[in-house]
């Protein structure tokens, strides 16, 4: 009976091990070691809030390993500088929105810095135009920098027009019969100049001019084009900063007439009926700079503020204000 005993406990043993398996083969123990726990996610944002995401939903924990999708708002006015967390690997998906992380093995806090955008002015909006433009959009006089600005405007059947910031283009789309476009807002104060085009044909007058982007632009009509003109053909020609610009046009290679160009580089040309080709010489000079001085037996008792002083050119605009001391009245 002793021996039996010692065999039978042996298997009493063996079983009660078989009945901690769980269904799947593996023992509790095992299982234990496999588990992950999920551990928290917070942020810090002042100018703004933070979402985080996994596969799609929001969340406020993950497990190690997990992809984390990181959703940044800010307040107006504020924009994303940069992750205080340099020990973590962020991966940008959209700038300054949405950026994404692997989830590490412990709880985390997300510190998002951000910096005040800068505040731009719209200084002047110009159309040159043979009619009225207003722009729909342009309501405010400042904006942020960097910020997308959707405008549109409406135009005459039979021309195209281009929009300009600063002297850069940017498409725009005709649709309903209106232009559309959008820009960006650059990093200093900005003008918008629209220019009136006509449309090319494949009849009509060739026009030809000699261009020179280091002095001057021509706006209205392209180099080398044919067009159909209604009576005058009218453009523009812009100098650079003091540049003055003169010239004069042909008409079938003769009739070397000059060019009338007004203040604001409107050119008119009167083009002739049996007309084939009209080619326009644009003639260009540098203006030289000059300073500003004052000159009175009393300077020392005024106070004279002026917006500029040295390297004026032709054409530029000064302001000048000039304050006496008391028992002193400044007379220009």
Known sequence: MKKSLLLILPLVFLGAC?????????????????QQNKHSLGFVNENGSVLFKVGGE??????????????????????FKEFANKEIA??????????????????????????????????????????????????QKTFYEGDEVEF???????????????????????????????????SVDFKIEIFEYYIPSSTGVRVTFNADDLNYKV??????????????????????????ISGNYLFDGASGLP????????????????????????EASQVGAGNITFKEDDLDKLKIETSKTTN???????????????GYKPIL
Do not use: C, W
Request: glycine share 8%.
């Open 259 to 282: 060019l009338s160009i007004q203040d604001d580089g409107l050119v008119t040309i009167p083009v002739k009926e049996d007309a084939k080709s009209v080619t326009i010489n644009i």
């Open 219 to 244: 706006y209205g009509i392209e180099n080398e084009a044919t067009y159909q003109f209604d009576g005058d053909m009218t453009f523009y020609i812009i100098g650079n900063y003091g540049v003055k």
């Open 58 to 79: 929001i969340v406020s924990e993950a497990k190690e390993g997990d992809l984390i999708d990181v959703y940044l708002t800010f307040n107006e006015g504020y924009r």
């Open 18 to 34: 078989a009945e901690s398996k769980l269904p799947d083969g593996s023992t509790s123990a095992e299982s234990s070691d496999k």
């Open 152 to 186: 549109s405007f409406k135009g005459l059947e039979g021309k195209k027009y281009k929009f300009f910031v600063n002297g850069s283009e940017f498409d725009i789309e005709e649709a309903d019969g209106k232009f559309h476009g959008t820009f960006a807002v650059p």
């Open 312 to 326: 004026v050119f032709y054409g530029d605009f000064v302001s000048i204000k000039a304050t006496g001391e008391t």
């Open 90 to 139: 962020f991966t940008e998906v959209k700038k300054g929105e949405v950026y994404s992380f692997s989830m590490p093995n412990s709880d985390i806090t997300i510190t998002v810095k951000s910096e005040a955008k800068k505040v731009l002015n719209l200084t002047e909006v110009k159309a040159y135009s043979s009619h009225i433009i207003d722009i729909d959009g342009l309501t």
